[in-house]
């Protein structure tokens, strides 16, 4: 069974761009979150889709902004980049919300803002 | 809400010393807790978790953590660490019931000389 997956594996953007992360679930998961994880901070949460609804936030600013198709794939969008975004932004999925026991984290993508 | 505090940031073993990485949450209600554990290069896995019951619970590769409501802890343990343990592990916590967010530590990174 394949595993989460994140695409790309690596981006390099300059301030003030914007991005688009893909992640795509594990077959049959349809909760989707996404975590920023920085050295200083660890993985801090973003957001959390289920049925292509945001049922969780976090505490980022609305330049952070997420969604889940019908087939369950979520992006996420990141506008006017800072260089403190730069990150590893980790995506897990699950068959329902907050359920651990199914919970896969994938690999990340890693931003660089320059 | 939630947070979680992991006071070691970094800590440095030698091979067959014992393990004791801290790990304390607020919340005023019940609590689901975890250590997830990321080793160089993979994938975020959970090592542990406790949901009810016996508040010493026991992981895979020998690792174990106690939850001492009284003292809103729930600290990791092995006792005798070994080279292949040298990752980074992250305290985490959701209230439990229902469909809830984890929030997660900043992480304690583990270095574990030969």
């Known amino acids: 069974k394949a595993g989460v997956t994140q695409t790309p594996r690596y981006l390099i953007k300059t301030r003030g761009q914007q991005v688009t992360l893909s992640c795509s679930p594990i077959s049959g998961h349809r909760s989707v979150s996404w975590y920023q994880q920085t050295p200083g901070q660890g993985l801090q949460f973003l957001f959390e889709?289920?049925?292509?609804?945001?049922?969780n936030k976090g505490n980022f600013p609305g330049r952070f902004s997420g969604r889940q198709f019908s087939n369950s794939r979520s992006e996420m969008n990141v506008s006017t980049l800072e260089l403190g975004d730069s990150a590893l932004y980790l995506c897990?999925?699950?068959?329902?919300?907050?359920?651990?026991?199914?919970?896969?984290f994938g690999p990340g993508t890693r931003l660089t803002v320059l | 809400a939630q947070s979680v505090s992991q006071h070691n940031h970094h800590v440095i073993l030698s091979e067959a010393a014992s393990l004791e990485l801290g790990c304390n949450y607020s919340y005023g209600g019940t609590v689901n807790l975890f250590w997830y554990v990321q080793y160089p290069g993979q994938h975020l896995q959970l090592l542990l978790k406790?949901?009810?019951?016996?508040?010493l619970v026991k992981g895979i590769k020998g690792f174990e953590a106690e939850f001492i409501k009284s003292k809103f802890s729930f600290n990791l343990r092995k006792p005798s660490v070994q080279w292949s343990d040298t990752a980074e592990y992250f305290c985490?916590?959701?209230?439990?019931?229902?469909?809830?967010?984890?929030?997660f530590g900043t992480g304690t990174k583990l270095q574990v000389i030969p």
């Open positions: 897990a999925s699950s068959i329902k919300p907050g359920d651990t026991d199914t919970q896969y």
């Open positions: 889709y289920f049925s292509e609804t945001q049922r």
């Open positions: 985490a916590v959701n209230s439990a019931g229902g469909y809830q967010k984890v929030t």
């Open positions: 406790y949901f009810s019951g016996d508040p």
